[in-house]
């Protein structure tokens, strides 16, 4: 029986939808060297996603030529077709009618089986959502985030369907994350927990994900990793994005805050890691922002006993028509230069955070 599944898998197609679109048969790729923005690439992803229920003629003319004023578009498929068959014949895909016209439908060939990651991902998805045992449900949830590889069809992100198949993997990407995340938590599964937050943040980035891996590591006792790993993603985030993380992972580091706890120690140890490293020191305290908006919390209690005035100044670099620089190698040699500015000139005692 496992001998007769090798032999079916090694006689199909395998096709990846996710993150980088491939089509492999028998180890050898049926694209050649130009991967994308061919219409033998379209004809297949739309063929071979869609070879279930099939693609009805009329949306397949649409898909392949677009808005393009061709007179006889039928025509036209026709070539595009009759050319597709001969490519894969001379791709080593055994003799069949590879795509068949049956009753104003298109469909890929039932001779020939395929292996498609979208289509796994769903199987397993669907399954997930319907399984009632929960440590199945678990280890399904797992398997189909780990199907998941990135955007479905990334570097289509412009075609219409594939856009919107696009969005529906990503939220049923995004349910499996959260399912199996709620399970890990229950069972205090803390270390599956921060495995399933690193390869969710890996696969979608900026999504957010990194706090599921702080909520394992702060729940682990892992303060200092936590800690780090906050000011990478708010660094991270700010640099590539020009944004700050959501609120989610704002309160993920309030309770690092909260649930950080030290065991028995002599004062002095505890006054050795406190102090800051003197041969670091120059200038203005220049630190994250969880760091800052501590302190800046702090300075304003004081403040309030002191009658002091704190001064909050927001510094912006703008281009040569007064607009905000997003991003770019000139914008981050101005930053440093700007940093070391600030930090020269400012009394030792003034935090500032980029």
């Not at 939220?171 to 803390?190: G, S």
């Not at 708010?234 to 065991?263: A, C, N, T, W």
């Amino acid at each position: 029986m496992i001998e007769q599944f090798k032999t079916q898998e090694d006689n199909a197609v395998h096709v990846k939808m996710f993150g980088k679109f491939s089509i492999v048969y028998q180890g050898n790729s049926l694209l050649g060297k130009k991967v994308s923005e061919t219409q033998f690439a379209y004809l297949m992803q739309i063929l071979l996603h869609h070879r279930t229920e099939g693609v009805p003629r009329e949306e397949l003319e649409e898909m392949i030529f677009g808005d393009r004023d061709i007179k006889n578009i039928h025509h036209a498929m026709q070539s595009v077709i009759y050319n597709a068959k001969n490519k894969l014949r001379k791709a080593g895909l055994p003799e069949a009618n590879y795509i068949r016209l049956e009753k104003g439908k298109f469909y890929w060939t039932k001779d020939i089986p395929v292996i498609e990651d979208a289509s796994e991902f769903d199987r397993l998805y669907q399954n997930a959502m319907e399984e009632t045992d929960i440590d199945c449900k678990l280890q399904l949830l797992i398997d189909a985030c780990h199907c998941y590889t990135g955007e479905f069809l990334v570097m289509y992100a412009g075609v219409l369907w594939a856009a919107s198949e696009a969005r529906r993997y990503r939220a049923q990407f995004c349910t499996c994350v959260e399912e199996a995340a709620k399970i890990l938590r229950e069972k205090q599964d803390y270390l599956q927990l921060e495995e399933l937050g690193v390869y969710a943040t890996a696969t979608s980035p900026f999504s957010d994900w990194e706090g599921i891996t702080m909520e394992a590591l702060i729940s682990m006792g892992r303060y200092e990793e936590a800690s780090n790993l906050y000011a990478d993603t708010v660094e991270r985030y700010f640099q590539e994005r020009g944004i700050r993380p959501s609120q989610k992972l704002m309160d993920s580091m309030e309770r690092l805050g909260e649930q950080m706890m030290h065991p028995y120690e002599l004062l002095d140890n505890i006054q050795k890691e406190l102090i800051e490293d003197k041969s670091e020191i120059r200038g203005g305290y220049l630190c994250s922002f969880p760091v800052f908006q501590g302190i800046y919390r702090m300075v304003n209690r004081m403040a309030e006993r002191s009658g002091q005035s704190i001064y909050l100044m927001l510094c912006t670099i703008i281009d040569s028509k007064g607009n905000p620089m997003r991003d770019g190698e000139q914008l981050e040699q101005l930053a440093g230069r700007l940093g070391d500015a600030i930090c020269k000139s400012i009394r030792r005692g003034d935090a500032v955070n980029r």
